[in-house]
């Protein structure tokens, strides 16, 4: 997957391109274009930003400069989102739909924002990570980011790492624990020490039930509507985390 990446701050996305997902790049897996938006402001000063008409605080980003990075890069007709408090708050469908995608644009805002323009002509796609308002769209461009990229196969170097976390399974992980067996007082549950694969398994989605069922009860119940099969012994594990 080809990702570029419109920004004021390029270099704060050092912290994506180290570790698994520059590893993916080195694979080919991966491709990171990274585009100063400034680079294509025709100011001698390389503004990028104006005051707002009709009045109102702070500034805007310009049209122009962010018109010039997508045309360099071809974006007309491609997937292009603009990451804004103002989008649909992203989900795991969300970004398992993304992960599909050959080439994603992500445009990252400042200030108050962008002229909305942009986002009529480019029919960028809003995606918020939450309802809160962040100073600009580089850290929720590098969640979304970090998010699509390891549901693409290969990135990871497990697979079913990714199909056990929280929330893909449709359920919260259960606790993990390593070594030692005994620290501070505190041991690690027996079962997991067993090497009963079976008691293990069903000890896994009883925690995980119970978490779900403590810290997302939209989730937990969502998934007792939904789940596929269970055998005997995880229908038993079910009901017992229902009463
Ligand atoms: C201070 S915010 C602008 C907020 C805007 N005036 C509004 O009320 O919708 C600056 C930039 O941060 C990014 N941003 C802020 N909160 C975000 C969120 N929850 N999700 C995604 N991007 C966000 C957007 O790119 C936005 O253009």
């Known amino acids: 997957m080809k990702i570029n990446v419109l920004t004021l701050f390029p270099e704060m996305f050092s912290a994506?391109?180290?570790?698994?997902l520059g590893k993916a790049a080195e694979k080919g897996l991966l491709e990171f274009n990274f585009i100063n938006i400034r680079d294509f402001s025709n100011d001698k000063h390389k503004k990028a930003d104006d005051y707002p008409f009709g009045g109102g605080p702070g500034m805007v980003?310009?049209?122009?400069?962010?018109f010039g990075a997508l045309n360099s890069i071809d974006a007309k007709g491609k997937k292009c989102i603009y990451m804004s408090p103002r989008g649909?708050?992203?989900?795991?469908?969300?970004?398992q739909s993304l992960s599909e995608e050959g080439?994603?644009?992500?445009?990252?805002?400042?200030?108050?924002?962008?002229?909305q323009?942009?986002?009529?002509?480019?029919e960028m796609e809003e995606i918020s990570i939450?309802?809160?308002?962040?100073?600009?769209?580089?850290?929720?461009?590098m969640?979304?980011?970090?998010?699509?990229?390891?549901?693409?196969?290969?990135?990871?170097?497990?697979e079913e790492s990714a199909m056990e976390e929280s929330i893909y399974s449709g359920l919260l992980e259960y606790p993990q624990y390593t070594k030692p067996r005994s620290y501070e007082g505190m041991d690690v549950p027996e079962v997991l020490v067993s090497g009963n694969h079976k008691?293990?398994?069903?000890?896994?989605?009883?925690?995980?039930?119970?978490?779900?069922?403590?810290?997302?009860?939209?989730?937990?119940?969502?998934?007792?509507k939904n789940h596929g099969d269970f055998t005997k012994d995880e229908q038993k594990v079910l009901e017992k985390v229902l009463k």
């Open 16 to 20: 994506v391109t180290g570790s698994i």
């Open 143 to 158: 969640v979304l980011i970090d998010s699509v990229a390891r549901m693409i196969p290969g990135v990871l170097a497990g």
């Open 61 to 66: 980003m310009l049209a122009d400069p962010i």
């Open 103 to 115: 080439e994603l644009t992500i445009l990252c805002g400042h200030y108050e924002g962008v002229d």
């Open 199 to 224: 008691l293990i398994r069903l000890w896994k989605l009883e925690q995980s039930l119970e978490l779900t069922k403590k810290n997302r009860p939209d989730l937990f119940d969502a998934f007792v």
């Open 88 to 95: 649909r708050v992203l989900n795991q469908d969300m970004i």
């Open 130 to 141: 939450g309802d809160y308002v962040l100073t600009g769209g580089e850290l929720a461009a």
């Open 117 to 122: 323009r942009v986002l009529d002509y480019w």
